[in-house]
Nanobody, 122 residues
Framework: QVQLVESGGGLVQAGGSLRLSCAAS????????MGWFRQAPGKEREFVAA????????YYVDSVKGRFTISRNNAKNTVSLQMNSLKPEDTAVYYC???????????????WGQGTQVTVSS
Protein backbone atom coordinates (compact mmCIF):
# COMPACT_ATOMS: atom_id res chain seq x y z
CA GLN A 1 0.00 0.00 0.00
CA VAL A 2 1.00 3.60 -0.44
CA GLN A 3 2.87 5.16 2.47
CA LEU A 4 4.04 8.72 2.88
CA VAL A 5 6.14 9.34 5.99
CA GLU A 6 7.10 12.87 7.02
CA SER A 7 10.02 13.75 9.24
CA GLY A 8 12.01 16.79 10.30
CA GLY A 9 9.48 18.75 12.29
CA GLY A 10 10.26 20.29 15.64
CA LEU A 11 10.50 23.43 17.73
CA VAL A 12 12.44 26.39 16.37
CA GLN A 13 12.74 30.06 17.21
CA ALA A 14 11.41 32.70 14.86
CA GLY A 15 13.90 33.36 12.10
CA GLY A 16 15.22 29.83 12.22
CA SER A 17 15.09 27.03 9.68
CA LEU A 18 13.78 23.51 9.39
CA ARG A 19 13.89 20.94 6.62
CA LEU A 20 10.98 18.57 6.27
CA SER A 21 11.27 15.33 4.35
CA CYS A 22 8.68 12.92 3.06
CA ALA A 23 9.59 9.36 2.08
CA ALA A 24 7.20 7.63 -0.30
CA SER A 25 6.66 3.95 -0.95
CA UNK A 26 4.08 1.80 -2.69
CA UNK A 27 3.65 4.08 -5.69
CA UNK A 28 5.56 4.99 -8.82
CA UNK A 29 6.88 8.14 -7.24
CA UNK A 30 8.26 9.72 -10.40
CA UNK A 31 4.77 9.83 -11.93
CA UNK A 32 3.18 11.76 -9.05
CA UNK A 33 3.14 15.43 -8.28
CA MET A 34 3.80 16.09 -4.61
CA GLY A 35 2.41 18.73 -2.31
CA TRP A 36 2.96 20.09 1.17
CA PHE A 37 0.01 21.29 3.21
CA ARG A 38 -0.34 22.52 6.76
CA GLN A 39 -3.05 22.74 9.34
CA ALA A 40 -2.99 24.95 12.40
CA PRO A 41 -5.32 24.34 15.36
CA GLY A 42 -8.83 25.46 14.58
CA LYS A 43 -8.03 26.17 10.96
CA GLU A 44 -8.58 24.38 7.70
CA ARG A 45 -5.80 22.53 5.97
CA GLU A 46 -4.05 24.88 3.57
CA PHE A 47 -1.79 24.52 0.58
CA VAL A 48 1.87 25.40 1.12
CA ALA A 49 3.84 24.18 -1.89
CA ALA A 50 3.74 21.69 -4.74
CA UNK A 51 6.15 20.24 -7.26
CA UNK A 52 5.52 18.52 -10.57
CA UNK A 53 6.51 14.91 -11.17
CA UNK A 54 9.72 15.95 -12.90
CA UNK A 55 10.58 18.69 -10.45
CA UNK A 56 10.53 21.20 -13.26
CA UNK A 57 7.64 23.23 -11.89
CA UNK A 58 7.06 24.44 -8.37
CA TYR A 59 4.22 26.38 -6.77
CA TYR A 60 3.91 28.21 -3.46
CA VAL A 61 1.32 30.00 -1.43
CA ASP A 62 2.14 33.70 -1.32
CA SER A 63 2.88 33.69 2.41
CA VAL A 64 5.89 31.37 2.01
CA LYS A 65 7.34 32.57 -1.29
CA GLY A 66 11.00 33.45 -0.91
CA ARG A 67 11.23 31.57 2.40
CA PHE A 68 10.29 27.95 1.58
CA THR A 69 11.70 25.72 -1.15
CA ILE A 70 10.20 22.44 -2.29
CA SER A 71 12.38 19.85 -4.01
CA ARG A 72 12.29 16.18 -4.86
CA ASN A 73 14.64 13.28 -5.50
CA ASN A 74 12.98 10.71 -7.72
CA ALA A 75 15.86 8.28 -7.30
CA LYS A 76 15.24 8.23 -3.54
CA ASN A 77 11.44 8.66 -3.61
CA THR A 78 11.62 11.70 -1.40
CA VAL A 79 10.26 15.22 -1.39
CA SER A 80 11.57 17.94 0.89
CA LEU A 81 10.50 21.34 2.12
CA GLN A 82 13.27 23.68 3.20
CA MET A 83 11.79 26.32 5.47
CA ASN A 84 13.82 29.43 6.24
CA SER A 85 13.02 32.63 8.10
CA LEU A 86 10.29 30.85 10.01
CA LYS A 87 7.55 32.87 11.65
CA PRO A 88 5.20 31.99 14.53
CA GLU A 89 2.34 31.92 12.01
CA ASP A 90 4.06 28.99 10.29
CA THR A 91 3.24 26.85 13.31
CA ALA A 92 1.12 23.89 12.16
CA VAL A 93 1.11 20.20 11.42
CA TYR A 94 2.70 19.78 8.00
CA TYR A 95 1.55 17.04 5.65
CA CYS A 96 2.92 15.74 2.39
CA UNK A 97 0.54 14.44 -0.24
CA UNK A 98 0.69 12.77 -3.64
CA UNK A 99 -1.44 13.32 -6.71
CA UNK A 100 -1.21 12.60 -10.41
CA UNK A 101 -1.31 16.29 -11.24
CA UNK A 102 -0.23 19.46 -9.46
CA UNK A 103 -3.13 20.85 -7.44
CA UNK A 104 -3.52 23.31 -4.63
CA UNK A 105 -6.70 21.95 -3.05
CA UNK A 106 -6.38 19.23 -0.41
CA UNK A 107 -9.38 17.29 -1.73
CA UNK A 108 -7.55 16.75 -5.02
CA UNK A 109 -4.79 14.65 -3.47
CA UNK A 110 -4.94 10.88 -3.42
CA UNK A 111 -2.50 9.98 -0.68
CA TRP A 112 -1.45 11.64 2.58
CA GLY A 113 1.18 11.26 5.23
CA GLN A 114 0.47 11.35 8.95
CA GLY A 115 1.94 14.81 9.43
CA THR A 116 4.79 16.33 11.39
CA GLN A 117 4.50 19.16 13.91
CA VAL A 118 6.31 22.42 13.31
CA THR A 119 6.28 24.93 16.15
CA VAL A 120 7.86 28.35 15.78
CA SER A 121 8.33 30.32 18.98
CA SER A 122 8.45 34.10 19.07
Amino acid sequence: QVQLVESGGGLVQAGGSLRLSCAASGLTFSTYAMGWFRQAPGKEREFVAAISWSGGSTYYVDSVKGRFTISRNNAKNTVSLQMNSLKPEDTAVYYCAANRGVRTTPSSYDYWGQGTQVTVSS
